[in-house]
Every structure is written in structure tokens, then in C-alpha cells.
């Protein structure tokens, strides 16, 4: 008993002596406090903000309305072999992957506190779907700092290619637990027998939404108003996170800390054959995902090759702010934080090994002549949008990404199905 008692209050009197240093730094360097605390908070107000929100009212409502319980109908059965993940989980990858983090993780809490999902498949579910949005990935990277939108193709394919792979991986986290039965999870069967497993998938799939909404049971107008509540709640809180983390950054820089951990970097990239050029960039990146990116791009004595993967790492990784808004997220059930964390280091491993090996096939002038003419068009920038035009494009281009990834999940679902149809008649 003695030792997790003296472990508790060493923990607590480590976290109080940072907090007390970092209030004595504040008021030692107020100008590096106010001018970081203005830059984190236009990144949330020009960024975060019109890109984020539409996302996290939309998701609030298709909850409410129960479409997302017929989607999950539709793709259970290729989310249940391919993730050990129920098919509503197949939701959450697809806004998670068109809206970038923290949705998939504010969806993922959403799903837990409904008891849709078990704790291990919400582990294995926000584990993966934590990953940059299109728009930031295409517009702020690619064009903004890198200046090449050609870039985003291999960032993409290494960024959203290994997490699929995470979530392969992630399967394999706690076997031993059963999954959600299927009746469970998606309101299969009706009490009066009108829907029930042997009806078609698409018939169960609208049942699952009637009964969805029903349960629900909010008026059209509670449910919009509820959900512009949440979502804006859980924007200050992003919002705030993002504040902080630029500030402690900042003050880390001021007293020396930082410079000491370059060259620590420094010295742990030349062990690694990378320059260490990017050691700026990744110091950044640990803490903050924009700030990281930003600073691969800057790094241009380091070659466009190492650039490329530094990005993949720093956008897989998401910084330490989005670590600390995924668990100020997860916190409100009982999904924990260690399996995401090892999650994150998997995946920005696994990024920059794919944007290592893709980036040189990529760019072959074979390859770069059969790319869509607008990716070479700078005017898609998005430091010369304003904010609401990043709302419209994050909203568009978000939207139109989530529906392509439900399509294919869906067809690839009803092969399955088809398959196994043919295989019952056939015996």
C-alpha cells in the first residue's frame, strides 16, 4: 500500500512544481507569453476552428438522426474481420480521416458512451483514426510550406496508407476480449419480428436507424441546438490546448531547454544518416503538429527527400497538443491513453518509411505527368484563404472524402456479403 501512496505523491508534487515554474516563467518573459499566446490562438481561430467545426455539429447530428447506426449496418461486415472493429466504427474512419483530429476520437467517446462499442474497440478505433484532414494535409503542407502540391500525394498515400496498417495492427490489441455482439451494436431485431438477421442488410441497416432515432428520441431543433453546444465546448477546449502548448513551447525555447534538446536531436539524427538540419522541425513537431510542418519545410538544406519524411512523421505523431485534446476527449469514458500512444509512435514510423520508398517512385516524370493539373495550382493555398472560405473548402473537400471512403467501405461490404451468399447457395 506504502508504494503506490509515495508514487501518487511524487507524481503529484512533480506536476504542482511544473505548474508553479510555469506560472514563474510567465511572469518572468510576459512579451514571449503574449506573442505566443496570440500566434496559438490565430491558429485555432483560422485553422482549427472553420475547419473543425462543421465537422464535429455534423457528426453530432448524424448520431441523433441514426444515420450513422445504417451506415454501420452496411460496412459491419468488412469492419468486423478487417479491424475487430463493429461496423459503426466504419463512420468514425471515414470522418475521422475527412476531418482530420480530433474528430475521430470525439466520435469514437460518443460511440463508447452508448455502449456500442466495447473499450477495447474504441482503443483500436481512435488508435487509427487520429490522422490529418485533407485540406491541411494538401493546402496548409504541401502548398503553404512545402510550396509543391505534387508533394501531397506521396504524404498522403504514406499518411493515410500506414494508418490502415495501424489498424491492422490493431486488431491484434487485447484478442482475448470478445467483440460487440452484432444485435448489440447495430439494433438488429425488432421486438415484433419485422427486421431480423435474415432479412437483407440493407432493410437492417434503415431498420437500425428507425430504431436509433427512436431511442434518441430529441426533436429536430434540441438536437441541432445540443449539438452546437458540444461542438463548441469541445472547440474552446481544442482551442485552449492549443494556446498552451505554443506558450510552454515558447517559454522552453526563452530559458535554453530547447537549444539543449536540438542538440541532442542533432546528434540522434546523424546516428540515423538524417540531416540535422530537420532538427528544428522535429523539435516543434513533438509539441505542435503546424509548427513541425512548418518547420520540415523551412529546412531546404536538407533536401527535399528528408523534408518529405520528416512531414510524414510530424503528422502522424500529431504533437503533444493533440495528444492532450485526444485525452481531455477520451477522459469523458474509460478508453486509455497508452495503447493510443503507442499507436502514434507505430504509425509515424511506419509514415516515414512509406514516404521514404514512395517519395523516389512518386516523382518520376512518368509518374508526375498523370497527376490532376489542379494539384499544380498554387491558388488553392490556404494562407490566402480566408475563414470561411477554410470552413467551405474543409467542409467540401471533408464531405466529399468521408462519402468516397463510406462508398468504398460499402462495396467492399457488400462483396463480402455477396460472396457469402454464393456460398450458402452453392452448398
Known sequence: MSRPRTSSSMLITFIAAAISMF???????PNTVLTASTRGL????????????PFFIISEALLGFGIVHFIGTLLDPIMRPMFRIPGIGGF??????ASGYPVGAKLTTQLRLQKLISREEGERLVAFTTSSDPIFLIGAVSIGFFGDARLALTIALAHYGSAFVVGLLMRFH??????????????LTAPDGQCTKRSSILIRAFWAMHVARQKDGRSLGTLLQE??????????VVGGLVVFFSVA???????GVMHTWEAVLQWF???VHLPPSLSSAFSGGIFEVTLGAKGAGAAGSAGMHAQVVAAAWILSWGGLSVHAQIVSIMNQ?????????LSRLVHSLLAALAAFILYPLLHLSTVQSLLPAWLSSSRHSMQTLKIWDIAWSATQTGLMTATILIGLLSAASAAIVLLRYMRRTSK
Open 92 to 97: 468514425v474512419v471515414a470522418m475521422g480521416f
Open 269 to 271: 539524427l546523424r546516428a
Open 333 to 341: 469514458c474509460d478508453l486509455r491513453y497508452m495503447p493510443f500512444l
Open 227 to 236: 449539438a452546437v453546444t458540444s461542438s463548441l465546448k469541445l472547440m474552446i
Open 42 to 53: 490565430a491558429i485555432w481561430w483560422d485553422v482549427l476552428f472553420p475547419s473543425l467545426l
Open 174 to 187: 487485447a484478442p482475448q476480449v470478445p467483440m460487440t455482439p452484432l444485435t448489440s451494436s447495430t439494433e
Open 249 to 255: 513551447l515558447d517559454l522552453l525555447t526563452v530559458i
Open 23 to 29: 506560472i514563474l516563467l510567465m511572469m518572468i518573459y
